[in-house]
């Protein structure tokens, strides 16, 4: 069974960086695109970024260049770096699998909440 | 970017009911639709992708159709399981967009 899990702290100051990792198990991250998704307070969802089975990476625009997505194939996992962060970027951050086939998001991790605050 | 305007924002609804959420596309994106139920404090669950297919596992109360550049969820027989928020993703192209969610109660 595919399984995501995501870990990281869950409060960063403002301007810093947040860092978030995520571990999967039951199934290869050279398959398939891995991504980062959040839920803001209010329900709102935005696709943040993916990367590939090859290691290239797709990310929103909205997001600029603070956004970098790297793996490490050796442990199986897939990282979120989101630098310069505002209270803005408050959220639930999910990983997830998105099944190239579907275009879509099968596999998702628990979430885990991050709080920008000083 | 592609924008899907979901509707109702929220709704109540019975037991046994037949509930339908829709999302209207910005522009076409065949049938690169896929909706989701998400629970309190759990993470989105797929429920239907290519605008029409159930995922493995998902009772067959729910449906999805499209017609045109709109979509639509339907339970046909709401169940005491079925309340949560319920949002649809476009995968046509970059950047994948969210309709803004439902978020459905019981009555």
């Known amino acids: 069974e595919v399984q995501l899990q995501e870990s990281g702290p869950g409060l960063v100051k403002p301007s810093q960086s947040l860092s978030l990792t995520c571990s999967v198990t039951g199934y290869s991250i050279t398959s398939n695109y891995w991504g980062w998704i959040r839920k803001f307070p209010g329900n709102k969802m935005e696709w943040m970024g993916y990367i590939s089975y090859s290691g290239s990476t797709s990310y929103n625009p909205s997001l600029k260049s603070r956004i970098s997505i790297t793996r490490d194939t050796s442990k199986n996992q897939f990282f979120l770096q989101l630098n310069s962060v505002t209270t803005e970027d408050t959220a639930t951050y999910y990983c997830a699998r998105r099944y190239g086939g579907y275009r879509a998001f099968d596999y998702w991790g628990q979430g885990v909440m991050v709080t920008v605050s000083s | 970017d592609i924008q899907m305007t979901q509707s109702p924002a929220s709704l109540s609804a019975s037991l046994e009911e037949i509930v339908t959420i829709t999302c209207q596309a910005s522009?076409?994106?065949?049938?690169?639709l896929a909706w989701y139920q998400q629970k309190p404090g759990k993470s989105p669950q797929l429920l239907i992708y290519?605008?029409?297919s159930l995922a493995d596992g998902v009772p067959s109360r729910f449906s999805g159709s499209r017609s045109g550049t709109q979509y639509s969820l339907k339970i046909s027989r709401l169940q005491v399981e079925d309340p949560g928020i319920y949002y649809c993703l476009q995968g046509y192209s970059a950047p994948p967009t969210f309709g803004g969610g439902t978020k459905l109660e019981l009555k």
């Open positions: 522009q076409d994106i065949g049938n690169w």
């Open positions: 290519g605008a029409t």
